[in-house]
């Protein structure tokens, strides 16, 4: 999801992107192989993934393929590989092929502004439109500031071949999983969140025709949950600084980055294919409970020493 929204891609070859991921039912949930550490600090995951994107036009845009601010990104995406800490690789693949379940979502990003940075590339913003994201889609639920929805998939079909229509309704199928974008008021970016491309092309519709071994630009992004509703809203995760993307100054509860690139060549029906590592922070949370029991029990151990001793002393 590169410069567009969802910067959730991560595909190794570019024949993968082509490939349909229909398979048997899996046996065993992805949600058992995230990597918890303690409450308060947590273990680092890895997500890479596969994605589509295409580009729709703002309201009153007429650059065609050209990127304008008020324009769309938009697509689907596979997150196939699961990883301890920040390397994508070697980790545990999941979804197609494999007896995990597949974890895929639909995005929707909105340009917000657009610098030349010069040599004919630009810098550029995203930002959330949930509106349009919900009426596009028919996605119910959506909080202000969600550019992103994922699924929890036992039956993995996933595809990006073949029709847009078919691709979405391969990443829809599944059970919600978690919402995610911007927090800050009216769906805007929160500190700590963003999502930015630098020195990147604006000819996005030229990707069709380019191998995918053509980059369009790489987006750094920090986004967080904007709805706990789903089947993962329950996760604890802990916020990380967001040190590859500085420009957003605080931390978030994913951070990552996408590269856009071309789609000739690979079978795929979007214009657009993207390769995104998402990071996160799990932690498994100890009861308030358990740790005030802690140190009654040490009292009541230290008791029951104390009368063994002054018996035998009697």
């Known amino acids: 999801m590169g410069i567009k929204m969802t910067a959730l891609l991560g595909v190794a070859v570019a024949s993968s992107l082509a490939i349909s991921s229909v398979g048997k039912a899996a046996s065993v ?95 550029f913003t995203f930002g959330a439109d949930s509106a349009k994201f919900a009426s596009l889609y028919g996605l119910g639920g959506l909080s202000a500031g969600t550019m992103i929805r994922l699924f929890d998939d036992v039956n993995p079909n ?42 990147g092309s604006d000819n996005f519709g030229a990707l069709a025709s380019q191998p995918y071994s053509t980059t369009l630009g790489t987006a750094n992004f920090a986004v967080d949950r904007t709805s706990n509703a789903g089947a993962g809203g329950g996760l604890v995760l802990i916020k990380q600084t967001t040190t590859l993307t500085t420009a957003f100054g605080g931390s978030a509860e994913f951070v990552g980055s996408s590269t856009i690139k071309g789609s000739a060549g690979t079978g795929i029906a979007w214009t657009g294919a993207s390769q995104t590592n998402l990071d996160f922070i799990a932690a498994v949370p100890v009861p308030t409970a358990a740790w005030m029991g802690l140190p009654l029990l040490g009292v009541m151990g230290g008791i029951a020493a104390l009368r063994r001793r002054s018996a035998k002393l009697a």
């Open 29 to 123: 949930d992805f949600t058992t192989l995230i990597s918890y550490g303690p409450d308060g600090v947590g273990t680092l995951n890895s997500l890479t993934d596969a994605n589509g994107e295409n580009l729709i036009k703002g309201a009153g845009n007429t650059g065609g393929g050209i990127i304008e601010v008020g324009d769309y990104l938009t697509g689907v995406f596979d997150y196939n590989r699961i990883s301890p800490g920040l390397s994508g690789y070697p980790g545990t693949q999941i979804g197609s092929g494999t007896a995990y379940s597949e974890l895929t979502g639909i995005f929707l990003l909105q340009v917000t502004s657009k610098t030349a940075a010069g040599g004919g590339t630009f810098n």
């Open 158 to 199: 996933f595809t990006l071949s073949g029709t847009n229509a078919g691709s979405i309704a391969s990443a829809t199928d599944g059970v919600q999983f978690m919402d995610v974008g911007f927090t800050g008021v009216g769906g805007t970016a929160a500190a700590g969140e963003g999502w930015l491309v630098l020195g």
